[in-house]
Antibody, heavy 122, light 108 residues
Framework: QVQLVESGGGVVQPGRSLRLSCAAS????????MHWVRQAPGKGLEWVAV????????DYADSVKGRFTISRDDSKKTLYLQMNSLRAEDTAVYYC???????????????WGQGTLVTVSS | EIVLTQSPGTLSLSPGQRATLSCRAS???????LAWYQQKPGQAPRLLIY???SRATGIPDRLSGSGSGTDFTLTISRLEPEDFAVYYC?????????FGQGTKVEIK
């Protein structure tokens, strides 16, 4: 069965960096676009970033553009999110999610990980 | 970006009742690329409906989606105990994908 397991969250000071990982199993990872979606405590959902199935294209929310980088390692079946210049408003649970359609991602999410909490605080 | 507004914010109903959740978009959603998710406390969201009216795998037929353009609806015909949760709509017809603020369905 499809499984997505995030790791790498924690408490970090403003301005510092953190890298999240998402280990995938149960499907052909290299055939799917992958996303990061976040949820601030007690708030709604916010899409963060997408990477195409072959890594050829990436896109970001304006709120993180220039600070966050999404990447993937198909040999390890792992998705990453490098987060630099972190701000208090980046505090959230970060979910990795698989795009519903193989190959070119449409932007809807059929499988989600359990999430990893990132807290940006001094 | 497309802004999605969900109403009501909270719906207080009893098991067995019908729930009607609304999602209105600030501009037309291309190709009816509108999805609905359910989220329970401490859990990740779960995809319920995609393309406005298609049920995802394993979703019971008491849940149904409808609508097009700027107005969409999620209907739960008879609420079961497991249906009490927060529901989000999401459009994926244009970038960036955006979510509504959520509707909480609570037990009356």
């Amino acid at each position: 069965q499809v499984q997505l397991v995030e790791s790498g969250g924690g408490v970090v000071q403003p301005g510092r960096s953190l890298r999240l990982s998402c280990a995938a199993s149960g499907f052909t990872f290299s055939s799917y676009g992958m996303h990061w979606v976040r949820q601030a405590p007690g708030k709604g959902l916010e899409w963060v970033a997408v990477i195409w199935y072959d890594g050829s294209n990436k896109d970001y929310a304006d709120s993180v553009k220039g600070r966050f980088t999404i990447s993937r390692d198909d040999s390890k079946k792992t998705l990453y999110l490098q987060m630099n210049s972190l701000r208090a408003e980046d505090t959230a649970v970060y979910y990795c999610a698989r795009d519903w359609t193989p190959l070119t991602p449409l932007g809807t999410f059929d499988y989600w990980g359990q999430g990893t909490l990132v807290t940006v605080s001094s | 970006e497309i802004v999605l507004t969900q109403s009501p914010g909270t719906l207080s109903l009893s098991p067995g009742q019908r729930a009607t959740l609304s999602c209105r978009a600030s501009q037309s959603v291309s190709s009816s690329y509108l999805a609905w998710y359910q989220q329970k406390p401490g859990q990740a969201p779960r995809l319920l409906i995609y393309a406005a009216s298609s049920r995802a795998t394993g979703i019971p037929d008491r849940l149904s989606g409808s609508g097009s353009g700027t107005d969409f609806t999620l209907t739960i015909s008879r609420l079961e105990p497991e249906d009490f949760a927060v529901y989000y709509c999401q459009q994926y017809g244009s970038s960036p994908p955006t979510f509504g603020q959520g509707t909480k369905v609570e037990i009356k």
